[in-house]
């Protein structure tokens, strides 16, 4: 449950996924987007989730591809919420990428765009059986999906 120190191909690869289109959007952010009010705390506990996660993404080999048993359905799920990910991002890119457009809900999935890799490295460390990404990823859901909020509430209040 500790794990086992390693690298992960699996982790490079979630973390491509992540980083990808975050670098794409940092050329398309929209209109009116600002951090300067985010709260203090969110941030703290997202930037300190961002790091731990990457890290430990990386650095444990158990998140890579085994034999298969019942725990490769928790990777299935992983990659499921990964894919849907993606397509969010597909989604946003194709839109007039409004602040409203970022901070959307996703088939049903709230502030998507936080939500859904936060769902996907949980996931990912439930299959790893690492519980160093399990607490991590929810240090970084806290702040991450809480900025979402906080933005996505902000938006809905000025309407």
Same mark, same amino acid.
């Given at each position: 449950?500790? !794990?086992?120190? !390693?690298?992960?191909?699996?982790?490079?690869?979630?973390?491509?996924?992540?980083?990808?289109?975050?670098?794409?959007?940092? $050329?398309?952010?929209?209109?009116?987007?600002t951090f300067k009010f985010e709260n203090?705390? &969110? @941030?703290? &506990?997202?930037?300190?989730?961002?790091?731990?996660?990457?890290?430990?993404? &990386? %650095?444990?080999?158990?998140?890579? +591809?085994?034999?298969?048993?019942?725990?490769?359905?928790? +990777?299935?799920?992983?990659?499921?919420? +990964?894919?849907?990910? *993606?397509?969010?991002?597909?989604?946003?890119? =194709?839109?007039?990428?409004?602040?409203?457009?970022?901070?959307?809900?996703?088939?049903?999935?709230?502030?998507?765009?936080?939500?859904l890799p936060v769902i996907a490295f949980?996931?990912?460390? %439930?299959?790893?059986?690492v519980i160093w990404l399990i607490i991590?990823? @929810?240090?970084? !859901? %806290? !702040?991450?999906?809480?900025?979402?909020?906080?933005?996505?509430? *902000?938006?809905? =209040?000025? $309407?």
């Amino acid at each position: 449950m500790l !794990g086992h120190f !390693g690298f992960s191909y699996i982790g490079l690869f979630f973390l491509l996924m992540l980083f990808i289109p975050n670098f794409i959007w940092t $050329k398309r952010q929209p209109r009116g987007y600002t951090f300067k009010f985010e709260n203090k705390i &969110l @941030v703290f &506990l997202e930037k300190l989730g961002q790091i731990l996660v990457t890290t430990t993404a &990386l %650095i444990f080999s158990d998140f890579n +591809l085994h034999d298969w048993s019942n725990w490769s359905y928790w +990777l299935i799920a992983s990659i499921f919420f +990964l894919s849907l990910y *993606e397509f969010w991002w597909f989604r946003y890119f =194709s839109s007039h990428q409004t602040l409203s457009d970022f901070y959307s809900d996703f088939f049903g999935i709230p502030v998507a765009g936080a939500t859904l890799p936060v769902i996907a490295f949980l996931l990912l460390g %439930i299959y790893g059986r690492v519980i160093w990404l399990i607490i991590f990823t @929810v240090i970084l !859901g %806290i !702040g991450h999906i809480g900025i979402h909020l906080q933005h996505q509430h *902000e938006i809905t =209040s000025f $309407k």
